[in-house]
């Protein structure tokens, strides 16, 4: 099982404003009913839609309020892909020592990319939410610090390659990643991971995840809906593709390019 987030993590939510914490038990009521309706689909069919879901507009208004706080859609993000203004966003809070996390890189995050990034449809943002100490910290920065020579998804993908763990994620392993993922400078690279724009970077993404209510990885959103952990490719299909239809009577996301 995913490990949790520590009670001394956990109490960083706490200062979260009021509209967000009702958003987020509208998000576990919503993952209940999902799970409720999936119950007596065949194994690996996505589960059906909840009609009281997509009927509710003040809890769509939740998840669209909940979009707008977490997706960046930042110009050069390197830890992005896709389109800026594409209509659908996908957010994964995700750390390196995490298995499952590893299994949507290799299995799921690709057929994604394929076949709906290539087409225009959905852009996927990583956020660092590092749960299992030190060493996914370190990984964590390595990929920051990639992501600053523009190859964060060739050592984001290898670091997935396989379960890496401990000492698998000491500096010399992950600087020797760095190298066979293309990262030319490698005295920037180690400088960039040890940087207070790494740690800064990482405490975003780790602070926003927390005000949110994340306590175990993989955990997505797709426009502001939550998806929890390495689920199906049917699961994330049917997410973007209702989310597609409906952003489609919502004004357009503003901005454009990779």
Not at 11 to 28: E, K
Request: proline share 5%; hydrophobic share 40%.
């Amino acid at each position: 099982m995913p490990k949790t987030a520590s009670p001394a993590r956990k109490l960083a939510a706490i200062g979260a404003v009021l509209a967000l914490v009702v958003a987020v038990i509208a998000i576990g009521v919503a993952i209940a009913k999902s799970a409720q309706s999936g119950r007596d689909t065949e194994p690996g069919a996505a589960p059906a839609a909840s009609p009281e879901a997509e009927e509710d507009p003040a809890q769509q208004k939740m998840f669209d309020d909940l979009a707008k706080r977490t997706s960046r859609r930042a110009d050069g993000d390197p830890l992005a892909v896709g389109k800026k203004n594409a209509p659908v966003v996908l957010v994964e809070y995700a750390d390196y020592q995490c298995s499952f996390c590893g299994r949507f890189t290799r299995e799921t995050q690709p057929e994604l990319i394929k076949k709906y990034v290539d087409a225009g449809t959905l852009r996927i943002e990583f956020r660092n939410f590092t749960v299992f100490g030190a060493d996914s910290e370190r990984a964590a920065r390595a990929s920051w610090a990639a992501g600053q020579q523009g190859k964060f998804w060739q050592l984001h993908d290898a670091l997935y390659a396989k379960t890496r763990k401990g000492a698998a994620l000491a500096e010399d392993k992950l600087v020797g990643l760095a190298r066979s993922s293309g990262v030319d400078d490698l005295d920037k690279f180690r400088a960039d991971m040890k940087s207070a724009d790494a740690a800064k970077a990482l405490k975003k993404d780790q602070d926003e995840g927390y005000q949110l209510g994340v306590q175990s990885t993989p955990s997505f959103l797709v426009n502001g809906r939550p998806v929890a952990g390495a689920q199906p490719l049917a699961v994330f299909s049917q997410a973007i593709e209702e989310a597609a239809r409906t952003a489609k009577h919502q004004p357009a996301a503003k901005g454009g390019g990779k």
